[in-house]
């Protein structure tokens, strides 16, 4: 009993700092929700005085924010699967196996990780030139194939698992294949749930470099689309927060149904992301 | 001999194939990608940092982007803006990481489960999205949000993002009031695997808990601090979207102009890739520096 009225005051702080740092967010649903003539009121409401879904109506039949969403669900998604299937076969082979040119090959790998993304920039944006790549679907997903964050978290995961399933697998005729199939990728799979939102969430909310490889606004992942937005809606903050609020839906979800993996994420691989 | 020889390499390299053929297989995919796209194009950052590449081509031209960069006011401010706001922020983030997470620390462990999600779970929209609401927050009206607030203490109204003056100090402003939730899960992850022996004996000398924690707790957690240090810097001096939305990219008078807010107008609003690559290549270096001064210093406590 006294530890509570011990502990009450920790917990005070520690509400509102929370509450500070979620009010954007409120902020953002509650304008999006709110008729016009109370968003610009003076002194603006806290509590809500009325609430109607009239921006979001608007939303979707004004702009294609529809076509964003998917966009980005595709992107994000086929970016995921590939990192998925890529990064578990490459942290296999750098944990567990043993051939000529490996630490070589891991090394250059880890020295890019402090690379800030946009030293980058400029020349992938002249690759995806030269390979006629610009304004397509697949220049916004290969350069996000290429981060090296997901070999690292695989790698480092696969060392820890057990190698006598391995050898048992191989002295029943299983192929290289099946053993990386059937044994590796099983085991793995609490790692590939961290990568899997962490890749989804990163290019879900990416934007310089599809902002600078696309140029046709049916293309674009949400992000792009918002800043579109606020070219065309310029001080009309219920438009725009409702686009954001129909951004950041999705998001909040997912952190909702995988929290754990979300908090695992930044213990195994740090802030990145 | 060269036709003697070719064959044996051959057969050398279908041993090696057969050896280790799928271990390539394995790590081709990812790797080749990571090369064509990351690591080639680090290199080709340097090369074209001397070239005074426009849309139509260019040649190389030596030191020249950079002599042009280190006398180019607007540049300089880019960076003195970048620096600031990283030393700013970086520096409240880490505290307000250590702080929250040390309050956390005694609760039960259903505490922390709720607290840790209820931190992180700003963290995981887009800088785009926040800037947004941020913008709105700090917008020069008095209906904006931020006005409001200070008029209850009888100040203001400022033009926040709409004045050369305060437009960096609302980005900075809208960085430092959001608790880092990354920090938090590391030094709370950090904190509960602290050795319990100290604490034991600092009880028996009757220690107060605040003595505990500034004496005790904060110096083991360094290895934590440095490590949020590097990262975060290095993502402050990547500071782009919350400026190109809160400040339409520069703010009045280049107010809240960053170094990647240039770089992206430079090289692709005006088509000077070659100055806006060496651009680039000087915040690979302040990344770099910040990364190895401070994993020096962690080596260095190794001593303790």
Redesign the interface.
Known sequence: MSSIRQRLPVHVVLLLAGGLSLFPLYWLFLTSLSPTQYVVRVPPEIVPRELTGANYVRLFETTPIVRWLVNTVVIAGVITAFHLLFDSMAGYAFAKRRFPGKNVMFWLVVSTLTVPAQVTLIPVFFILRFLGLLDTYPGVILPGLADVFGIFLMKQFIQTLPTELEHAARVDGASEWQVYRHIIVPLSRPALAVLAIFTFQRYWNAFIFPLVILRDPSKYPVQVGLATLQGEFNTDYGMLMTGAAVAAIPMIAVFFAFQRQFIEGIRIGGVKG | MIATAAPRRRRSLAA?LRR?G???L??F???S??V???????V??LV?SLQNARVTGGEFIGLANFEALAADPVFIQAVGNTVLYATVVVAAQIT?ALV?AS??Q??GPR?HVF????????L???????A???R??F?A?????AN?AL?TVGLGPYLWIGSSDQALIAVILSAV???????V??YS?AMGSLPRELYEAADLDGASPFSKWRHITVPLLRPTTL??L???T??A??L??RV??MTNGGGPNNATITI?QL??ST??QFGR?GL??AM??V??GM??VV?VVQFRSLRSDVEY
């Open positions: 090696v280790y799928w271990s390539y394995f790590v995919p990812t790797f990608l990571f064509v796209f990351t690591l080639l194009p680090v080709q950052g074209l307000l929250v309050l956390i005694p609760l505490a607290y840790r999600a209820l931190f992180y779970l700003p995981v929209n887009s800088a785009i999205l926040v947004m609401v941020w709105w927050i917008n009206n008095p209906y904006g949000l409001t008029s009031l959001t608790i880092p939730g990354g920090g899960v590391l992850a490590y949020l590097v990262i975060y290095i993502l001096f990547q782009f979207e190109y939305i990647v770089i992206y090289a692709f890739y806006a690559s680039a290549v915040l690979f990344a770099l990364a």
